[in-house]
C-alpha cells in the first residue's frame, strides 16, 4: 500500500541499508536514503535524475531544477542539508516541498518511490472515427504524451506511452472495422500504458500528437496497379494486402478516367507509363495527402462509353430535393448524382450538412415545411462545396443516412412518436463483406435478416430505421451517429460470426460492460432466438464493442450464427431459417419493451 510519506510511523532507523529507492520507477542502486531521527534523508545526487544541475562548494548547495515550465532553485549554506559521508543528503519532506516532488513510502516493501508531482499525467480514454473515410484512433491523454509506436508483426502493432497511468481500465475495444480490429490496454508498470492495436495484414499508420492527445491514423495499402486490355476495354488491376476501400470514380475532363481512394497509402514509386495501345495513351497512379489516385488517359474514341458508364464527374451535382410525410415525421431526400464527401452537424435549431465536391444547378425543389422544419437553405460555399442548413422547428432528432448510391435522406423525427423508435444496423457493406463462409458473405445475412426484422417491427407498430438498407459500406461512426442524433429509444447491431474453429456455432447477444439496459435486452433477445431457432447458447455476454460503448443506452450487437460452420451457414442459407432469426430478436425486443 502506498501513502505519502512526511513522518514515519515507526522508527526504522538501523534499516537504512534495506530501503531502496526508486525515480520515476528505475531503481537508484547506489544511492540509499539515510535514517535520522525517524526522518527519512534522501541524497541529492537523485537529482541529478531528474536533469537537475547541482553545485557544490564547500558546504554550499545550489540545486537547480526544471520541470515542466517551472524552474525550482534550491540554495543552502548548509542549514537544510545533512551529510552522512561525503554525500549531501535532504529531508524527503523538504524535498517533496522543494521541487514538487511526489515521494511515497512502501512500508511493506521498503521502497521510496520519488516522483515528478506536476506530471500528473493519464490516459483518458480512446476515440475512434471513421466517417471521412479514414480509421483514426485517437488516444485522449492528460499531459503531453510521450510514446513510442512499434511494428510486431503485420498488421500488430504496439503503442507505449511513457510517464503515465491508466485513468481507468479500458479492456479490449472491440472494433470490427475492415481495417481495424481491436485495441487493448494495459498498464504495463507503474508509468508505462501500452496499448495492442490488431488490424488487417499489410495495414499502415502514423502517429501525431494533437495537442495531448495522440492520433494514430491507419491506412489501406497497395503496392501498384497494373493495366491490362481485356474485351475492348481499359481495366486497372491492382496488388494490396488490405484489399482497397470504396473509391470514387470520375472523368476528368473527357478523357482521363480517375478513380481516388481516400485512406490508403501507396508503397511503391507512383509510376507513369505510356502505353498507346488502341484504348489508351498511358495511366498512372500517385500518392496526394491521405488519397492514391489512379489515371488512365484514354483515347477519344472511349469518351462517349465512360461519359455514359461512370458515376460522374469529379464534381457530384445535387440534382433534386424532395420532402415527404411518413410515421416518423417528414423525410427529405437529396438526389445526388456522384458520390460527394459529407459532414453534418448540428447548431441550436440548425441542421448542417456539408457537401465537398459538389455542384448544384437546375436543382428541382419539391419541399413542403412542416412541424418537424421550416426552412431550408442551400447555398455555395467556397471552392466546389455546398451547405444545406435545415431549420428545424419541433423536431426530437434526425436520422442521415444513404438510402442507394444516389440518395441521402435526412429523416427527421417529429416530437411525439407513439411507439419506440428502434435502430436496427445491419453490420459490414460494400467493399466491407464482413465474416466470410463457404458460399455466404456476412453483410448479405446481417442485411436480410435486419430488412425481415424491420417488417416484423412496423407490423407490431414500433418505428425502425436501418443504417443501410441496400449493399453500401457505412462507416462504424456513422452508424453511431445515426442512432445518437435520432434519439432512438434502442439500438440493434445485427452481425454474422465467424472462427477459425470450423466447429464453432451458436448465436450470443452482446451488450456494453456495466450496462444493465443493455444486459436486460440481450438477455430477452438471446432467449428468444433461442426458443425460434434451437441453435447452440453462447449466451448474453458483456464485449467492448465500438458501436456499443458510444452508443445510445440501449444497445446490442447479435451474432446470429457463423458461417464458417458448414451446418450452421447451410442454415443460414435458408430464407425460412433467416424469418426464424428476425422472429427471434423482434419477440426479445417486444418482451424487453412491455
Ligand atoms: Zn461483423
Known amino acids: 500500500m502506498f501513502f505519502l510519506f512526511f513522518f514515519i510511523s515507526q522508527p526504522v532507523i538501523g534499516q537504512a541499508s ?40 564547500d558546504s554550499e548547495v ?16 548548509g542549514d537544510l542539508l545533512e551529510k552522512f559521508g561525503n554525500e549531501y543528503y535532504l529531508s524527503a519532506e523538504a524535498f517533496s516541498s522543494r521541487f514538487n516532488l511526489d515521494i511515497q513510502w512502501n512500508s511493506a516493501e521498503k521502497t521510496i518511490f520519488i516522483s515528478e508531482k506536476g506530471l500528473k499525467r493519464t490516459v483518458l480514454g480512446l476515440d475512434f472515427n471513421d ?49 481495424l480490429y481491436s485495441v487493448r490496454a494495459e498498464q504495463l508498470s507503474r508509468d508505462q500504458v501500452t496499448f495492442y492495436i490488431q488490424g ?15 492520433v494514430l491514423e491507419f491506412f489501406y495499402t497497395v503496392e501498384r496497379f497494373e493495366y491490362r486490355s481485356i474485351g475492348g476495354l481499359p481495366l486497372l488491376f491492382y496488388e494490396s494486402k488490405t484489399g482497397l476501400p470504396e473509391y470514387r470514380e470520375y472523368l476528368e475532363g473527357d478523357l482521363t478516367l480517375v478513380r481516388e481512394f481516400t485512406g490508403v497509402k501507396l508503397m511503391g514509386k507512383a509510376i507513369k507509363e505510356n502505353i498507346d495501345d488502341d484504348l489508351i495513351d498511358y495511366f498512372e497512379y500517385y500518392q496526394e495527402g491521405p488519397r492514391v489516385y489512379s489515371l488512365i488517359k484514354l483515347k477519344p474514341k472511349l469518351a462517349d462509353f465512360f461519359a455514359s458508364s461512370v458515376q460522374g464527374k469529379r464534381l457530384a451535382q445535387l440534382s433534386k430535393i424532395t420532402s415527404r410525410q411518413n410515421d416518423l415525421g417528414t423525410e427529405l431526400i437529396f438526389d445526388v448524382i456522384g458520390s460527394p464527401y459529407y459532414k453534418t452537424k448540428k447548431e441550436g435549431k440548425r441542421l448542417i450538412i456539408d457537401f465537398e465536391d459538389v455542384q448544384v444547378n ?31 422547428k419541433d423536431c426530437s432528432g434526425y436520422a442521415l443516412s444513404k438510402k442507394d448510391e444516389y440518395t441521402y435522406s435526412v429523416q427527421l423525427v417529429k416530437r411525439d412518436l407513439s411507439s419506440k423508435l428502434i435502430i436496427l444496423d445491419p453490420g459490414h457493406g460494400g467493399y466491407d463483406p464482413g465474416t466470410v463462409g463457404a458460399f455466404l458473405e456476412e453483410k448479405d445475412l446481417n442485411l436480410d435478416v435486419a430488412l425481415r426484422l424491420r417488417d ?47 466447429l464453432a456455432n451458436g448465436i450470443e447477444t452482446f451488450y456494453a460492460p456495466r450496462n444493465s439496459e443493455g444486459k436486460e435486452l440481450a438477455e430477452y433477445i438471446q432467449r428468444a432466438l433461442l426458443v425460434q431457432t434451437k441453435a447452440l447458447d453462447r449466451t448474453a455476454k458483456e464485449a467492448n464493442f465500438w458501436v456499443l460503448v458510444n452508443n445510445v443506452p440501449c444497445s446490442v450487437l447479435v451474432e446470429i450464427g457463423f458461417v464458417t460452420n458448414a451446418p450452421e451457414e447451410e442454415r443460414l442459407s435458408q430464407s425460412h431459417y433467416r424469418q426464424k432469426v428476425a422472429d427471434g430478436i423482434c419477440s426479445g425486443i417486444i418482451g424487453f419493451l412491455n
Open 131 to 179: 466517417s471521412q473515410d479514414r480509421a483514426i484512433l485517437t488516444i485522449l491523454h492528460q499531459g503531453t504524451a510521450e510514446y513510442e509506436v512499434t511494428k510486431l508483426e503485420p498488421g500488430k502493432l504496439k503503442v507505449d506511452l511513457f510517464k503515465t497511468t491508466l485513468e481507468k481500465p479500458l479492456g479490449i475495444l472491440l472494433i470490427d472495422h475492415p481495417l
Open 62 to 77: 545550489l540545486i537547480n531544477y526544471q520541470s515542466e515550465d517551472h524552474l525550482f532553485s534550491l540554495e543552502s549554506n
Open 200 to 214: 488487417k495484414e499489410g495495414l499502415e499508420f502514423e502517429s501525431r500528437l494533437v495537442g495531448d492527445d495522440l
Open 456 to 502: 416484423l417491427l412496423v407490423d407490431f407498430g414500433y418505428k425502425a430505421i436501418l443504417t443501410r438498407e441496400t449493399d453500401l459500406y457505412i462507416s462504424l461512426s456513422e452508424r453511431t451517429n445515426l442512432s445518437l442524433s435520432s434519439g432512438a429509444d434502442l439500438f440493434v447491431s445485427i452481425h454474422t460470426n465467424g472462427s477459425l474453429n470450423q
Open 18 to 57: 534495506q530501503i531502496a529507492l526508486f525515480w520515476q520507477d528505475k531503481p537508484l542502486e547506489s544511492l540509499g536514503p539515510q535514517i535520522k531521527q525517524g526522518n527519512i534523508y534522501i541524497p541529492i545526487k537523485v537529482m541529478e535524475n531528474a536533469g537537475a544541475s547541482i553545485y557544490i562548494n
Open 362 to 392: 437546375n436543382m428541382v425543389r419539391d419541399i413542403t415545411y412542416s412541424s418537424e422544419y421550416n426552412g431550408l437553405t442551400v447555398t455555395k460555399l467556397t471552392g466546389d462545396s455546398i451547405r444545406v442548413e435545415i431549420l428545424l
